[in-house]
T-cell receptor, first 112, second 115 residues
């Protein structure tokens, strides 16, 4: 398998469970946040984003929660499926800057 | 739309050789980025470009050069490859809203091994 997952925090769940992946961000001025999914051997894939004027945003089976007070971001995946197994990254941006800062990622393992 | 494409997908170099990685996007994005990804290190920004003819250094620019001669293409060059440059390289692009960037869309990656 792809070695990107070495030494990453790992979350193991059973198929059908809900998963929660957490991310602590560093810059209190950040106002745009993104979650990416990276499957083995592939590039990161956009899942969902949220701007700082919101504290919750929902997509299909995914929800992102933003707590600016404690600089915390979470990704909730409902009814987790084996196809959700991947490394999940959060990224933050401060508007006016051209770049994203990425977290190191969490590996999600889903057992049938 | 093909999105973001990268050429080549795999490459093996000997120390001291040079090569160029090509990134192309068909989404008319202003911004383009080159990252490297190493085990346990996450994505680290090498160089980026906010428009045709402009480039800027990222977190780990040493040993790399870039060029953005056309809006849709962003080239990453290694003039004299070193084993420390063995990595997976990702290109990304994003739209600029005028106040902030939009999400970055990534290519499939280039796996480079330097012997």
């Amino acid at each position: 398998g792809e070695s990107v997952g070495l030494h990453l925090p790992t979350l193991s769940v059973q198929e059908g469970d809900n998963s929660i992946i957490n991310c602590a961000y560093s810059n209190s001025a950040s106002d745009y946040f993104i979650w990416y999914k990276q499957e083995s051997g592939k590039g990161p894939q956009f899942i969902i984003d949220i701007r700082s004027n919101m504290d919750k945003r929902q997509g299909q089976r995914v929800t992102v929660l933003l707590n600016k007070t404690v600089k915390h971001l979470s990704l909730q995946i409902a009814a987790t499926q084996p196809g959700d197994s991947a490394v999940y990254f959060c990224a933050e941006n401060n508007s006016g800057y051209s770049t994203l800062t990425f977290g190191k990622g969490t590996m999600l393992l889903v057992s049938p | 739309n093909a999105g973001v494409t990268q050429t080549p997908k795999f490459r093996v170099l000997k120390t001291g050789q040079s090569m160029t990685l090509l990134c192309a996007q068909d989404m008319n994005h202003e911004y383009m980025y080159w990252y490297r990804q190493d085990p346990g290190m996450g994505l680290r920004l090498i160089h980026y470009s906010v428009g045709e003819g402009t480039t800027a250094k990222g977190e780990v620019p040493d040993g790399y050069n870039v060029s953005r001669l056309k809006k849709q293409n962003f080239l990453l060059g290694l003039e004299s490859a070193a084993p420390s440059q063995t990595s997976v390289y990702f290109c990304a692009s994003s739209y600029w809203f005028g106040r902030s960037i939009d999400t970055q869309y990534f290519g499939p990656g280039t796996r480079l091994t330097v012997l």
